[in-house]
């Protein structure tokens, strides 16, 4: 400032905001802006009404795209699902189908052994004349031990592990003769008891129940109708096939029966320490005291 002029000609001689840029090279500075960060920006609007409505719009599109795809996803998975459970049915079904292959195959076997023990028996006959019957004398049992009156009587009063190596181990697989020997020795388990306490009986679903605790799973419809007809022929006389009727609307259902002395005769263990099947489970020389008439099931 000069010393003596004028304020207000001084104020007039100060160069402004425009003087100063132009003389640093700066282009020209506009008065209003400003610095604050927080200061609205006039060319910011607000999209209109229309604008917002449009992009709601699009903005549900992809929602239902998106709820499409996953319905789509969702389906495929059950379609998924449903395939592994038809693909483990089906290899249930195979491992069935072998397991009755394999039945079937031991049954051929079985019936190739029977026809052979047949042939034997026959020779035998036509060089002696006398029977196995003819020839078995219960009399020659020691201590007084009665005989057996059904292979069912003699083979639950054997040692069990010798009985599984003569019906299952031994090249003798009859393994549904075994099974249906172990149902009927738990008949204070499974069998149905008659109410005056004379005997009890087997109906196909206390078969069923007894073959599911023994094989740990639920048996095949025809391991059931084996096993039911293995029941009857070891059975033979100290059984009784008939029908029960709970009233008169309901369908009579076959039954197996038996007395209750024949039930807890099948516990007495009496020829354990006569050792009449060996340690490798064939039966011994000597006496069997097993009726062997032609409507019973061979030992």
């Known amino acids: ?32 802006t400003s610095t604050d960060p927080t200061a609205d920006d006039g060319d910011d609007e607000l999209p209109s009404r229309v604008e917002m409505w449009a992009i709601i719009q699009e903005l549900v599109q992809t929602i239902d795209c998106l709820e499409e795809r996953v ?18 049915s089906q290899l249930h079904e195979i491992t069935e189908s072998v397991a009755e292959t394999d039945e079937t195959a031991d049954q051929a076997k079985e019936i190739a052994k029977t026809a052979n023990a047949n042939a034997e028996q026959a020779k035998s006959i036509a060089e002696t004349g006398e029977t196995a019957f003819d020839r078995e004398d219960p009399e020659e049992l020691p201590g007084g031990i009665e005989p057996s009156s059904s ?16 019906l299952v181990d031994q090249g003798t697989p009859r393994k549904n003769r075994f099974r ?17 306490g004379s005997g009890i009986f087997w109906t196909r679903d206390d078969v069923r129940d007894a073959l599911t605790a023994i ?16 029941m009857i022929a070891i059975g033979s006389s100290d059984i009784d096939v008939t029908e029960r009727r709970v009233s008169a609307k309901q369908t009579p259902k076959e039954i197996i029966a038996m007395d209750i002395e024949t039930a807890e005769g099948l516990f007495e263990s009496r020829y354990h320490h006569l050792e009449l099947l060996d340690s490798d489970g064939q039966v011994t020389g000597g006496v069997t005291p097993v009726v062997t008439q032609n409507d019973r099931a061979k030992v």
């Open 215 to 230: 094989l740990g799973k639920r048996p095949h419809a025809q391991t059931l109708k084996r096993v039911w007809n293995e």
């Open 71 to 88: 319905d789509e996803l969702q389906q495929e998975q059950n379609r998924a699902d449903r395939n592994r459970k038809e693909i483990a």
């Open 151 to 166: 292979p069912l009587d003699f083979l639950a009063n054997c040692r069990q592990h010798r009985v599984k190596k003569h």
């Open 180 to 196: 249906a020997l172990l149902v009927m020795k738990r008949w204070d388990e499974f069998a149905t008891k008659r109410t005056n």
């Open 1 to 32: 400032m000069t010393i003596g002029k004028d304020p207000d000609a001084v104020d007039a001689e100060t160069p402004t905001n425009h003087d100063v840029a132009a003389a640093l090279g700066f282009d020209s500075v506009d008065t209003h």
